[in-house]
C-alpha cells in the first residue's frame, strides 16, 4: 500500500485497486430509514448476511417440504453428513486439519463439553487460568466449572492480568504467574482475540509455556475465526472453541465451531459426553451396538445438528474459500492500518488506540478510546450513520471487515467521527 493521504479521494483510488472490492456486493449492507447505506463497524459482533445465505436455507426447506425425512438421505446435500460438507473449509479457515474440526452446538456449549474432557482437577493442580478482561461469558463458564468440581472459584480462578496502568497483556507476567503457581493450574483458557482490546495473542507461545508447566491449554477464538490466521494445528493447543456469527458471518445464533488437536483424536481414556452423534456412523443406526466412539473433533457431536443454521454456516464459508484467509489478511491489514493513520491525525489529545500497533498482534478492530468523552458520542455517531460498539467509560470499538468494508467507509467514519469532535 502506498503511503495514505487524508484526503476522500485516497480512499476512493484504494477502493479501485482493491481486488475484493466486488465481495461487498455479496452482503446485505443495513440501511437507515432513509433508505441511506449505513457504515457497518460490528462485524465482530454479528456478521452481516450474506446474499446468498437465503437460497442455501431454502434449499434445505425445499427438500424438507418435497422429502420429508428422506432430506436425511435424498437432500441435495443430505442431512445426515451434512456437518462434513462445512469441515474442510472451516479447517482451512482456522488453520487445521480436518479431523481436528467440527460444527456443532453454540460457542458456551461447546467450552463446557471440551471442559468436561480437558478440565480435570486433581488434589494438587485444579486451578483455571483465565485472562482478567476475558469475554463474561467465559469468565461465567469456568467459575461454573470450578463449582460443579468442588472448588471456589475465589481460590481456584486465576487472573492473569495486564501491568499496572496498561491494558494489553504481556507474556512476562503470564511467564512469572506460571512460575508461581503453574503446578497448581489444571487449565488455561484464553481468549485468542481479547474482544475489548483488539489484541490477538500469540498461541502458540502461550500453549508452549502452559505445556511446559504441564497445564491443558484451550483458547476461546470467537473474534479470531474468519479475523486472523489462528493457526490452531501449528499452535499445538489442546482444544479452541468459536461462534460463526461475528466474522464468519452465519447469523444470529448460529452453530459455534470446535478443534480437537489431532494428538487427541483417538485418545479413549478422555471422558467425553457422548450422544449418538458421536458413535460410528457405519453403525449408528442400527441403535443396538455397543458405543463405538467416532475418532477427532467429530466424536464430541451429540445431536443431529440443525440443518437450517448449517446451510446459512455453508453459505458463508462458500464465500472464504473463495477469497482466502492470505488474501482477506493483506486487505484487513491495509483497511485498518489506514483507519490507525487517519485516527492518529485526530491527535493525541484527542484520541489513543489501545489496541496494538503491530498488525501481527491484531486483527481488524480498533479499540479507540475518546478523552473526555461519554455515551452521548456513540449516539451521536449513530445518529451520523456509523454502527459501531460502547464500551464504559470511553472506548469504540471499530471493527472494518475485509469482506465488505471500503476504505471510503473508513474515510467517512472518521471524518463524521472528526465533525462531532469538532461540534
Ligand atoms: C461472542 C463471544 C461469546 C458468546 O458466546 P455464545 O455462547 O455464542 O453466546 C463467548 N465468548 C467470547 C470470547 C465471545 O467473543
Not at 437460497?55 to 442431512?79: C, I, M, R, S, Y
Not at 475518546?370 to 452521548?376: C, H, I, L, M
Request: glycine share 8%.
Amino acid at each position: 500500500m502506498s503511503t495514505p493521504k487524508l484526503g476522500l479521494d485516497y480512499a476512493m483510488a484504494q477502493d479501485q485497486d482493491d481486488t475484493l472490492a466486488a465481495y461487498r456486493s455479496q452482503f446485505h449492507i443495513p440501511k437507515d430509514k432513509d433508505g441511506n447505506t449505513l457504515i457497518y463497524m460490528t462485524g465482530n459482533s454479528l456478521g452481516l448476511q450474506p446474499k446468498s445465505t437465503k437460497a442455501h436455507v431454502n434449499q434445505e426447506l425445499e427438500d424438507w417440504a418435497q422429502l420429508g425425512v428422506e432430506g436425511h438421505f435424498e437432500a441435495k446435500t443430505p442431512w445426515l453428513d451434512y456437518h462434513e460438507a462445512l469441515t474442510q473449509t472451516m479447517a482451512t479457515v482456522v488453520g487445521a486439519k480436518p479431523i481436528e474440526v467440527v460444527v456443532m452446538n453454540t460457542l458456551t456449549a461447546n467450552l463446557h463439553f471440551m471442559m468436561a474432557s480437558f478440565y480435570k482437577p486433581t488434589k494438587q493442580r485444579y486451578k483455571i487460568l483465565i485472562e482478567s478482561d476475558a469475554f463474561p461469558s467465559d469468565k461465567y463458564a469456568v467459575e461454573s466449572q470450578l463449582r460443579h468440581h468442588g472448588y471456589n472459584p475465589k481460590e481456584g480462578l486465576i487472573l492473569w492480568q495486564p501491568e499496572k496502568g496498561e491494558e494489553l497483556l504481556n507474556y512476562n507476567t503470564l511467564k512469572k504467574l506460571l512460575e508461581k503457581e503453574g503446578d497448581t493450574i489444571a487449565l488455561m483458557l484464553i481468549g485468542g482475540v481479547n474482544y475489548y482490546t483488539g489484541q490477538f495473542l500469540d498461541l502458540k507461545r502461550i500453549t508452549t509455556l502452559g505445556h511446559s508447566y504441564g497445564c491443558v491449554v484451550g483458547f476461546d477464538c470467537a473474534h479470531g475465526a474468519g479475523n486472523v490466521k489462528l493457526n490452531l494445528h501449528d499452535s499445538g493447543a489442546d482444544f479452541a472453541a468459536w461462534c460463526t456469527y461475528k466474522y464468519l458471518n452465519s447469523g444470529p445464533g448460529s452453530l459455534a465451531g470446535c478443534f480437537v488437536h489431532e494428538r487427541h483424536a483417538y485418545r479413549k481414556d478422555l471422558n467425553r459426553f457422548a450422544g449418538w452423534w458421536s458413535h460410528n456412523k457405519q453403525t449408528r443406526f442400527n441403535m443396538r451396538d455397543e458405543f463405538d466412539q467416532l475418532p477427532g473433533a467429530e466424536g464430541w457431536q451429540l445431536s443431529n445438528p440443525p440443518i437450517l443454521s448449517m446451510a446459512a454456516i455453508k453459505a458463508s464459508l462458500n464465500i472464504f474459500e473463495n477469497v482466502g484467509m492470505e488474501a482477506l489478511q493483506k486487505k484487513s491489514r491495509q483497511l485498518t492500518g489506514y483507519f490507525e493513520f487517519l485516527l492518529k491525525d485526530l491527535g493525541e489529545d484527542t484520541i489513543r488506540i489501545i489496541t496494538p500497533e503491530n498488525p501481527e498482534e491484531r486483527g481488524c478492530q480498533l479499540s479507540i478510546q475518546v478523552k473526555q468523552a461519554d455515551k452521548t458520542l456513540h449516539k451521536k455517531l449513530t445518529a451520523a450513520g456509523v454502527i459501531s460498539d460502547w464500551r464504559e467509560p470511553d472506548v469504540i470499538r471499530c471493527a472494518p471487515v475485509p469482506l465488505y468494508n471500503s476504505f471510503t467507509d473508513i474515510y467517512h467514519l472518521v471524518s463524521r467521527l472528526k465533525t462531532i469532535l469538532n461540534a
